[in-house]
């Protein structure tokens, strides 16, 4: 159960640092062997059950902001291609991590998507060995016939779970604006997909979310795997406690480390107490922070380590590295009335006299196109990319980094010209179409400059730092406009001037410089403690292990090596079955 600081045991066969999506996932399962005793520590707090966490009306206002009480607020560097703007990378702080504040998108990536973590030197870890997990995972609520027949829901039953512990349905608030891209894409001649959760995630097609199909509030990992389990005794929970340190000590001759315990602290100033592993540490920070737990360990870039005199546990150059996210530029043509705007009086009143109304939600009609739909020199810029120096990389990179781009852009130039693969995702609603860059081929990075853990770390996305990437966001936003000039989006009219880019920003420059002001994330934050080969400036091997050091593996979105064509969560929710069962087996 949930325990105070008093009530810690001096040891636990398993420490699980971040309560999170994916913690809070292997949490549960390692806690399903009653023999075992599993602590798992989280830094913030339990949601108090508010509005802004639970109704999807206000889904995503949780992590806007510097103020919000359950978000991290991560400062991130300028970035020198966007006008010197910062984009803070949001991120969960409360029981549930960032599945307690995500925008509610339950979906999955395309084949080529995972086959590629495969090839990139991971074996296991293809769609093929993935799915089962997906299926894991997901309660599946088929939509009612009441929407499901006049918006034309399709699903694929085969590909869905029916007894996970994540809820996965739609709402209730479905309007003719819910569905019209499906019309607008028609005129475009993009197909319609069955369901892109059987692997096929491209061309037009229906999302789900992590809603609860009878109460309509958010499925998010806490009520999916934390509260079922609390009573376990063999699982302890301590909240609102930072985790400072992992704890390692020198074995085998002194050749390996092991990873032993951890230290904690309830703020800078509060004392530390350590925390002994019988078996194993896994950490689960997310993206942002496990990097930066890592490092502060002594697991990292010798240089970053040694500027900061930390002593060097193990030399690992990739923790931090390969820091990717998905970015998005909105192209707006607003009503000059929207018809469908929330009458917020009404929207309360349906949600709560029986869940329907705008304010539970709908289900989101999606586009996920590849690269030659919304390009017309896709094959120029996939030469291009496949021939071009290094010269936008820092310069001192480490040669194992540079391997590891060098395989990800083989991979990408392999998957991005086929019809399998997504360049842009693409979602309308009130006069804006928001447009998304999938695959970026630039590559930020995130490490310590203190040695106090409750300092911030530099986070720099570096965002556009591959020229190439404005090609993709150009002609991405060239096809959003495309989309508003169809007849099904000009019917549901009337319509006021276009205000996003805005009339008349028309030529490459001008475009670019839009993109420049514009650009904000869509909180996909990935790479930063890569499954990869070593030789490819990997941090963890195939089953998860640090490279290096035993008894610890990393577990969280920061393994993805590269950032599949989709929302994330499901795929850390995936990932973290699976690293449940590798670990159950002492892989
Ligand atoms: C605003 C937002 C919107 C999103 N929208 C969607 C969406 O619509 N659909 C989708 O599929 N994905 C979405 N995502 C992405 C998805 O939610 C995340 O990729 C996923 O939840 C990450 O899971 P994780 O386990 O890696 O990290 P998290 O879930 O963030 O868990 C990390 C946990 O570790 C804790 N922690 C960190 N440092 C310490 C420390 N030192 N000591 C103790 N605990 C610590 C944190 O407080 C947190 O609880 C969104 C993300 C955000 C932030």
């Not at 560097?77 to 998108?105: D, F, T, Y």
């Not at 999916?224 to 074995?251: C, G, H, Q």
């Not at 083989?410 to 179409?433: M, R």
């Not at 869509?522 to 290096?548: A, E, I």
């Amino acid at each position: 159960g949930i325990i105070s600081e008093s009530q810690l045991r001096s040891s636990y066969d398993y420490i699980v640092i971040g309560g999170g999506t994916a913690g809070l996932v292997v949490a549960n399962r390692l806690s399903e062997d009653p023999r075992v005793s599993v602590l798992v520590v989280e830094a913030g707090p339990l949601d108090k059950g508010e509005n802004f966490i639970h109704i999807p009306r206000f889904v995503g206002t949780a992590g806007d902001g510097l103020t919000s009480v359950y978000n991290w607020n991560f400062p991130a560097e300028p970035q020198p291609e966007l006008n010197g703007r910062a984009i803070n990378p949001p991120a969960g702080r409360c029981v549930g991590g960032s599945s307690a504040i995500n925008a509610l998108l339950f979906d999955r990536g395309s084949i080529n998507d995972y086959n590629s973590w495969e090839e990139l030197g991971n074996p296991g870890w293809g769609w093929k060995s993935l799915l089962p997990y997906f299926i894991k995972i997901e309660t599946y609520n088929h939509p009612p016939k009441e929407i499901a027949q006049p918006f034309n829901i399709t699903f694929d039953p085969s590909a869905h779970g029916y007894s996970g512990p994540v809820q996965s349905s739609y709402g209730r608030g479905f309007t003719n604006q819910t569905d019209v891209i499906f019309d607008a894409f028609k005129d475009l001649g993009v197909p319609r997909e069955v369901d892109g959760t059987n692997g096929r995630k491209v061309n037009a097609l229906w999302g789900s979310f992590s809603l609860h199909p009878t109460n309509r509030s958010r499925s998010y990992a806490r009520p999916a795997y934390f509260e079922p389990v609390l009573k376990r005794r063999n699982y302890d929970a301590l909240l609102e406690t930072r985790v400072t340190r992992i704890l390692t000590s020198s074995s085998k001759g002194g050749r390996k480390s092991k990873a032993n315990g951890i230290e904690i602290a309830k703020s800078s100033t509060s004392a530390r107490r350590t925390i002994k592993a019988n078996r194993e540490v896994i950490l689960s920070a997310g993206a942002v922070a496990s990097p930066k737990i890592l490092q502060l360990s002594g697991i990292g870039p010798k240089k970053v380590l040694q500027s900061l005199n930390i002593p060097v546990v193990e030399d690992l150059p990739g923790v931090g590295y390969n820091y990717q996210d998905h970015s998005a530029t909105p192209v707006v043509q607003p009503f000059a009335e929207d018809p469908q705007a929330v009458n917020d009086t009404i929207g309360e009143y349906l949600y709560y006299k029986n869940r329907t109304g705008p304010w539970s939600g709908s289900g989101l009609a999606l586009g996920f196109l590849p690269l030659s739909t919304i390009s017309n020199r896709s094959s120029d810029i996939l030469a291009r990319y496949a021939f071009q120096s290094n010269s936008h990389l820092p310069a001192d990179l480490h040669p194992t980094l540079l391997a590891g781009y060098e395989r990800q852009k083989q991979l990408l130039i392999k998957y991005l010209p086929t019809d399998l693969t997504a360049a842009s995702e693409y979602i309308y609603g009130g006069g804006a179409v928001v447009a998304t860059i999938l695959h970026p081929f630039s590559r930020g990075y995130t490490i310590i400059n203190s040695t106090d853990p409750f300092a911030n770390q530099i986070i720099n996305q570096r965002y556009l730092s591959n020229p190439i990437d404005y090609d993709v966001l150009v002609d991405q936003v060239r096809y959003a406009r495309r989309i508003l000039a169809t007849p099904s989006i000009q019917a549901l009219g009337p319509l006021g001037p276009e205000v996003l880019p805005g009339e008349g920003v028309e030529g490459e420059e001008e475009l670019r410089e839009f993109v420049r002001g514009i650009l904000s994330t869509f909180s996909h934050v990935s790479g930063t403690c890569s499954m990869m080969p070593r030789q490819l400036g990997g941090v963890v091997d195939k089953n998860l292990r640090v490279y290096g050091v035993d008894g610890l593996r990393v577990v969280d979105a920061s393994v993805i090596p590269l950032v599949p064509g989709t929302h994330l969560q499901a795929t850390v929710y995936a990932i973290a079955e699976k690293a449940s069962d590798i670990i159950k087996r002492g892989d």
